[in-house]
């Protein structure tokens, strides 16, 4: 059992940064991928970012490319993404997700309860 637990979420101007956390329960953090997720209002959750649990394989939706990064720290259980030159179109609430690998964590995963990022232009 992995819990997952969102941090940094706010309120940003266009072209502004904001630095997402997730904090991961358990001693087996190591051994899971780690993903992050997006849903805007009206819209359906869509994929973001993730990470092999080595942090070798990295994977990124096109939308992000060259603007965000995720990368993780082992030792301290915590996934991040790191935001840059964000957009209002970036406007969600943001959720991480751990699983096996990086392909099952749409459907085998666990979730954390999201954090809200808000853009404004």
């Known amino acids: 059992q992995v819990q997952l637990v969102e941090s940094g979420g706010g309120l940003v101007q266009a072209g502004g940064s904001l630095r997402l956390s997730c904090a991961a329960s358990g001693r087996t953090f190591s051994s899971y991928a780690m993903g992050w997720f997006r849903q805007a209002p009206g819209k359906e959750r869509e994929f973001v970012a993730a990470?092999?649990?080595?942090?070798?394989?990295?994977t990124y939706a096109d939308s992000v490319k060259g603007r965000f990064t995720i990368y993780r720290v082992n030792a301290k259980n915590t996934a991040y993404l790191q935001m840059n030159s964000l957009k209002p179109e970036d406007t969600a609430v943001y959720y991480c997700a751990a699983s096996t690998s990086i392909a099952t964590l749409t459907t085998g995963g666990y979730w954390g309860q999201g954090t809200q990022v808000t853009v404004s232009s």
């Open positions: 990470i092999s649990s080595s942090g070798g394989v990295r």
